[in-house]
């Protein structure tokens, strides 16, 4: 079972290998291993190439000796052989440790491998051309395991003087090739041999300890290097990262511009960018309070104009009219105060938020529950929050007279659902119902002194922590509200 330690290394490792530095770091592995393997393989077929035209060409001359030694064993009168065996062991062997066997020895061979049959072949196929012999019994065998004289003797029973220094090659065990030809019916000539260089026949994989060790070095080497380039070249992209998430949520503070000439060229262009949103984002609340402070005279004036109307009808329709021109300078300047918030991110008691807006509803018949716990207080801008959080909770209570406030904490996002009881909004006006001064006066009925900025404002501040609001109607009836905001 999961861990929520275990889950948590999963997570990392996973963002890890989306990372620029993990793609980059898993194709150079890829592309490495993959070089090294097929340069490798490229390698070892050449090397086998070239090794079993040396084996076929040594084994030619070999075979010719063979023929040669056996040619003269058989033109020897047969009271003769034994004595010539005889004084090549005392004199220590020849190239080939000769015997005149009365039986067939049983060779235990050793597997077969592509270059011992090339020296089988031929040995056999010389035998056949210069002698006429065709019934030679060729066989590979361990040294260790080597039988000779007949099938109850072995090699290494044997004195040192007999052919040790010749079939021997201690404390390697090379294979040594055993050729057995009947010369009539009751003797066999026994010769048993090395190869001129029988590490030949030692059979080679293209994943070999040290091949696989150069592979691990080179591809180990790779990596490192690669991580210290990447490490050098991407911090600066990762800062940069940061700084325009900082910046989506009100932060401005100009980048370093640092690193590659690419990187410090986005720098740049970011920094620009940057002061020009910054510039638009002053220049628009400087015009919007030198809107209020310059509608409001006239308006006030146009006030006083409309209370000395004789006619009463008309006096009240003027300033019914004046008093819907003033909500709607009111709640344009308050749509943009609420959105640009200037203060400093801190540590927030939502919990705290929240009660205290219970406590409020206490005298009315509305009624607010909250359930759920948060893990950590959230950072974030204070004023923000609480008007973001005022916003959504008093439609839900206005509309749905009973609301429900439910805390969803984890360590990477922290969710407040808030659950109403009201008539909810159709599927196709939820995403009109966030617009600057709508109001859906036929699905949730109109609500008086609202120009309908409630919403707009909650999202525009969700999103300025880089979060967002979210509306579903639920199935049992009622309206729930998401506010998403990530802990980062």
Not at 175 to 183: G, M
Not at 241 to 256: M, S, T, V
Not at 460 to 475: C, D, F, K, S, Y
């Amino acid at each position: 079972m999961s861990t929520p330690t275990t889950m948590t290394t999963l997570l990392k490792i996973k963002q890890w290998l989306q990372s620029l530095t993990g793609q980059i770091v898993i194709i150079m592995t890829f592309g490495v291993a993959a070089v090294q393997l097929i340069g490798s393989t490229i390698w070892l077929h050449q090397v086998e190439a070239d090794t079993r035209e040396n084996v076929r060409e040594v084994s030619k001359h070999m075979a010719f000796r063979i023929a040669a030694t056996v040619s003269y064993f058989s033109s020897l009168p047969q009271n003769y052989r034994h004595i010539v065996i005889d004084q090549l062991q005392d004199m220590g062997g020849t190239r080939f440790f000769v015997t005149l066997n009365r039986e067939e020895i049983l060779i235990n061979p050793i597997p077969s491998s592509p270059l011992k049959d090339i020296v089988k072949d031929e040995v056999q196929s010389t035998l056949v051309k210069q002698l006429g012999i065709s019934n030679a019994k060729i066989a590979f065998s361990s040294p260790d395991d080597l039988h000779v004289i007949n099938n109850h003797t072995r090699l290494v029973d044997l004195p040192e003087r007999w052919g040790h220094h010749s079939l021997l090659v201690k404390p390697l065990t090379p294979p040594i090739i055993v050729i057995q030809i009947p010369i009539n019916d009751s003797d066999w000539l026994y010769l048993a041999s090395l190869m001129p260089d029988p590490y030949f026949l030692e059979e080679t994989s293209p994943l070999s300890q040290d091949r696989v060790f150069s592979l691990v070095v080179s591809v180990t080497t790779v990596l490192l290097l690669t991580l210290l380039i990447l490490r050098r070249t991407t911090r600066p992209l990762a800062v940069l990262a940061r700084a325009a998430e900082r910046f989506g949520q009100g932060d401005f503070k100009p980048l370093r511009e640092v690193g590659a000439l690419e990187v410090r060229h986005t720098a740049h262009a970011f920094n620009d960018m940057q002061a020009r949103i910054q510039r638009y984002l002053n220049d628009r609340e400087k015009l919007f309070a030198a809107i209020s402070h310059d509608l409001k005279t006239p308006i006030t004036r146009l006030r006083l104009r409309a209370e000395m109307l004789d006619d009463d009808d008309s006096r009240e329709a003027m300033i019914r009219d004046l008093e819907d021109l003033d909500m709607l300078v009111k709640g344009a300047i308050q749509s943009v105060k609420e959105t640009d918030i200037h203060e400093n991110r801190v540590e927030i008691d939502i919990m705290r938020f929240l009660h205290d807006i219970q406590k409020s509803t206490q005298h009315t018949p509305q009624t607010l529950v909250i359930q759920g716990t948060l893990k950590a207080p959230y950072t974030g801008k204070p004023l923000a929050i609480r008007r973001c959080l005022g916003n959504l909770i008093d439609n839900a209570l206005y509309y749905g007279h009973k609301a429900d406030v439910i805390l969803e904490d984890s360590d990477s996002e922290l969710c407040i659902r808030i659950c109403d009881n009201g008539p909810g909004i159709p599927d196709a006006k939820i995403d009109r119902v966030f617009e600057p001064y709508t109001q859906l006066a036929t699905a949730r009925g109109s609500r008086p002194g609202s120009v309908g900025l409630g919403l707009s404002i909650a999202r525009n501040i969700a999103r300025a922590h880089g979060g967002e609001v979210t509306l579903r109607n639920r199935e049992q009836g009622g309206l729930e509200v998401r506010l998403r905001l990530p802990r980062h």
